[in-house]
């Protein structure tokens, strides 16, 4: 069974960090490009940034490029984002997801990825 369970999440003051994981299990993680989503109330889930199945090739929202960084250990099949210099309009539920390709293939559009954990929420406060 297909699972991604993500933590870290939590509540922290404008400026702070956090570290998101993802733990992956049920199929060949190495094997698939990676994501981050994040869905604020009454807004359309996002993409936040993506990395390949070997790790080499990142990529970032706009928005968070410079203070967020996706990595992945694949022989803990586990996926990370570490958001820094973190903003009250971070505020929202994380998710990372599982594409069907290894190379991140448009990466920021929901349809190019089949698995999802149930999300992390990270609240900032200013």
């Known amino acids: 069974q297909v699972q991604l369970v993500e933590s870290g999440g939590g509540s922290v003051q404008a400026g702070g960090s956090l570290r998101l994981s993802c733990a992956a299990s049920g199929y060949r993680y190495s094997s698939y490009c990676m994501g981050w989503f994040r869905q604020a109330p009454g807004k359309e889930r996002e993409g936040v940034a993506a990395i390949s199945a070997g790790g080499g090739s990142t990529v970032y929202a706009a928005s968070v490029k410079g203070r967020f960084t996706v990595s992945r250990d694949n022989a803990k099949s586990t996926l990370y984002l570490q958001m820094n210099s973190l903003k009250p309009e971070d505020t929202a539920m994380y998710y990372c997801?599982?594409?069907?390709?290894?190379?991140?293939?448009?990466?920021?559009?929901?349809?190019?990825?089949?698995?999802w954990g149930q999300g992390t929420q990270v609240t900032v406060s200013s």
């Open positions: 997801a599982a594409q069907v390709t290894s190379s991140c293939y448009n990466w920021a559009s929901r349809a190019s990825y089949n698995r």
